[in-house]
């Protein structure tokens, strides 16, 4: 019977197992702020923060947004929590579409949707203690934790590091780490299935950031969160994503996990970016590097290039470039990229010729020089220097032996000046007298 069994096991082949639904799910997301004018405030144009925007994160994971100031990253945030309405696109958490709820729709979803914002300064009511700011989530839900309110607080601080004790402190008394830390302490208070962090760590301390990094990694791994973190800081995505999303503009150019993005970027702009990444690697000091830096300022939002929005800076652009905006399509296994021409892959536009203003919007600087080239010409001029010095003392004591060889000869008008001389010198002669006697 159990060789039966086995052989009918063996028969049925495995099914792979299925890919977990997304728990957020964004398709065409579109946000434009109109821009009125007029005694009857008629829309005369609209500034275009968020241009049609798609990807999906799953549950568990970290989606990390990178790209310059202005490019949408913090309104394509608060679309994502319901905190602004979308102008158009779809917006979906755990398969209901959440893109046009009202204010009272979306409390039940508060709990699993939380935001932890860039201000730690302003985003915390100075009127009110550390025990009241944590504990208004369970107020404005309703919701009484085991135990009581206060004794959840505090267990939310001793979790994000701080002491339970300040319960009853004000946030001017914490410092900009510890104000951070209680943003964290609130978001979490629900137990939230999605936090969306935006720049949680660029108004900190250097060697505070770390920390927060850290703690944020320490408490998706206890809690299982799912994050999704908007940064500039290419150093602080590398280290805490699973994939990243590169946005230029309102739009996202290059999609991928962390590992082919930082090996191989295919969007000249990703490149450009990771080209200005410092390397913190001794053994890498004093080596060649080439930074691409970008001419011109970026386009405004209020009237956007034609075609691919980075054609205006980029060294590769093409006729097709201008007129025709490139789909965010898949070229690798993980890795999208909405580009004509990219970098590390099939030329998607061959036969094109790359426009003369092109070749002129960049820059390639080399750093990492050896030596620097001051160091180097301040050693030889300190070489230069000590030869010099050395020969004008040897010049020196050859000009001496030679006045010393040229001194005449004492003639006799000289022998009594001598003689007196010698005998001058009463004190040592009687001296010499003396020792010879002795």
Known sequence: MSEKKTTAEKAIPKQPAASPEPLLKVDGLVKHFPIRKGLFGRQTSA?????????????????????????????????????????????????????????????????????????????????????GIVSTPFRLQGVTPEGGVKKEVQRLMELVGLNPEHYNRYPHEFSGGQRQRIGIARALALNPKLVVADEPVSALDVSIQAQVVNLLDDLQQELGLTYVIIAHDLSVIRHVSDRIAVMYLGKIVELADRKSLYAAPMHPYTKALMSA??????????????????????????????????????????????????????LKPGQKVACHHPENAADQAPGEEVLPEARESIEIVTVGEPEPAEETDAAEAAEVTEAGEAEAATDATDVAEADGAAEPEPSESSEPSEAAGDGGDTGQGGTAQESTGK
Not at 284 to 312: E, Y
Request: charged share 25%; net charge positive; glycine share 12%.
């Open 277 to 330: 990444v410092p390397v913190p690697d001794p053994k890498r000091r004093g080596m060649k590097s080439d930074r691409i830096l970008l001419k011109g300022d970026v386009p405004s939002p209020i009237s956007p290039p034609s075609g691919c929005r980075f054609h205006t800076r980029c060294w590769k652009a093409t006729e097709i470039c201008k007129t025709q905006e490139p789909l965010l399509v898949e």
């Open 47 to 131: 500034v275009k923060a968020v241009d049609g925007i798609s990807f999906d994160v799953l549950p568990g994971e970290t989606l990390g947004v990178v790209g310059e100031s202005g490019c949408g990253k913090s309104t394509m945030g608060r679309l994502i929590t319901r905190l602004l309405e979308p102008t158009g696109g779809k917006v979906e958490f755990e398969g209901n579409d959440i893109t046009h709820m009202s204010a009272g729709q979306m409390r039940p979803l508060r709990r699993d949707v939380q935001m932890i914002f860039q201000d730690p300064y302003g985003s915390l009511n100075p009127r009110h203690t550390i025990g």
